[in-house]
């Protein structure tokens, strides 16, 4: 069975691979040999498993049309079998509850601040997906604690304008002064609101994000290290 698993696990990082591939691709098409690979992988899968399932999830004849003379299937049918296989194999035979419960438990509880453990253990340890929603919860957290720290409750400022204003580059600016050094502080105001920008503007304003429960886990942990700097953080203004 160790064995089995260790070989899923495999076809799932090359099944995953050809997925971020292709969805980065600009191409509308996807080759033959593209899809036959997967097609390779998914009856590897299938012969191991028995599940059939997979049989449904392979691009077949009718899955693909003659381009310039060349056998090719639309990106976005090739999504709608390469989707569900990544995430049916991820759910159902990688990442099984109690799996999970082992590889996340400690990290999960070295993880101090309440409100953030208030806000994403459930779906850390319960939910079966989109676990973007754990990136989304974890900035807001951080976010609130940056609005609250900096007296900035009564305005409407959000997202990068709140942090821009809280946390300046400039020491005579700044709400929140995180190191008398000025090249730190300068560091400091880069750095939350890189976090802001890159990572809670997409949970906030698309479902695109993706990331797994593990990556999901890691990110928490940073936040609470964040969240940890913004408490001790002196407010000047």
Do not use: W
Not at 15 to 36: A, F, H, P
Not at 109 to 121: A, F
Not at 166 to 192: M, R
């Amino acid at each position: 069975m160790e064995q089995n698993k260790k070989e899923i696990i495999k076809i799932y990082t090359l099944i995953k691979g050809i997925y971020q591939g292709i969805k980065e691709s600009n191409y509308e098409l996807v080759d033959e040999s593209t899809y036959e690979q997967y097609n390779s992988l998914i009856n590897v899968i299938y012969k191991i498993t028995s599940d059939d399932y997979f049989k449904m999830l392979m691009i077949g004849l009718e899955d693909t049309d003659e381009y310039g003379g060349e056998s090719k299937c639309a990106k976005y049918l090739f999504l709608t079998k390469i989707i569900p296989a990544k995430d049916y194999i991820n759910d159902i035979y990688i990442d099984t509850k109690e799996e999970i419960i082992q590889k996340v438990g400690a990290l999960y509880n070295s993880i101090e601040d309440t409100q953030l453990q208030k806000r994403c253990g459930d779906i850390l340890l319960e939910a079966s997906g989109a676990f973007d929603r754990v990136i989304n919860q974890a900035t807001q957290v951080l976010e609130d604690r940056i609005k609250k720290k900096a007296g900035l409750e009564k305005t409407n400022l959000i997202g990068l304008p709140l942090v821009s204003k809280a946390i300046h580059s400039k020491l005579e600016h700044t709400i929140l002064k995180f190191n008398e050094n000025p090249d730190i502080q300068e560091h400091y105001a880069s750095l939350f609101k890189g976090i802001i920008g890159v990572y809670r503007n997409s949970t906030h304003h698309g479902l695109e994000y993706e990331c797994s429960r593990e990556e999901a886990l890691k990110f928490c942990s940073y936040i609470d290290l964040l969240l940890k700097e913004v408490d001790k953080s002196e407010k000047i203004i």
